[in-house]
């Protein structure tokens, strides 16, 4: 079975706050089993557009990924992090 990755790279645009994004998202991230592979750390952009910090994430399958993200846990997690950063967000099969 194939896993599901959340590809998140974000801008935080209030520093001050932005951790709150954080203790609210723990809840989703640990009823779905995340587990992050890449949270922020050295980076090199060589092509294209990049932001201040990247995030890998890696679930039991796509179908959690997905579940995971749209759950409500995360929702009201998400809207603290809209409300201080900027993200792009993909959620991808892989293996």
Do not use: H
Request: aromatic share 14%; glycine share 6%.
């Amino acid at each position: 079975m194939s896993k599901g990755y959340w590809v998140v790279r974000v801008s935080v645009k209030n520093a001050e706050n932005y951790p709150d994004y954080l203790a609210a998202a723990k809840q989703a991230f640990e009823k779905y089993g995340a587990r992050f592979l890449v949270r922020g750390g050295q980076y090199r952009d060589p092509e294209g557009r990049s932001r201040d910090r990247n995030v890998v994430v890696e679930f039991r399958d796509f179908q959690t990924a997905v579940a995971c993200y749209d759950s409500p846990e995360y929702q009201a997690a998400r809207a603290i992090r809209m409300a201080n950063a900027d993200a792009d967000f993909l959620i991808i099969e892989g293996t």
